[in-house]
């Protein structure tokens, strides 16, 4: 299923994005929300961003934690605690 290369280019055909993202074609077209780069009219010359592609996976990943905690707007941090802490 994944093609014959050293290395995975930075633009891909239909069927070399589905193998990259580890899904079989009809699946990758069911799930993945990327739109291809269209560099002819025929549907031969769509590609995919492999950076868009990555960024779609990491957005899937359930243990993906954020780097900065969640406030509300206007709210400070103060020494790690929110002012709401500090009281």
Request: with cysteine; glycine share 6%.
């Amino acid at each position: 299923m994944t093609p014959d290369i050293p290395y995975w280019p930075a633009a891909m055909d239909q069927k070399s994005a589905a193998a990259y993202c580890g899904v079989c074609v009809e699946t990758f077209k069911k799930v993945c929300p990327v739109r291809p780069l269209k560099f002819t009219e025929s549907t031969r010359g769509e590609r995919y961003l492999r950076q868009r592609l990555d960024e779609w996976l990491a957005s899937l990943d359930p243990n993906k934690q954020d780097a900065a905690p969640k406030r509300k707007f206007g709210e400070r941090l103060y020494g790690g605690q929110s002012e709401a802490g500090r009281a």
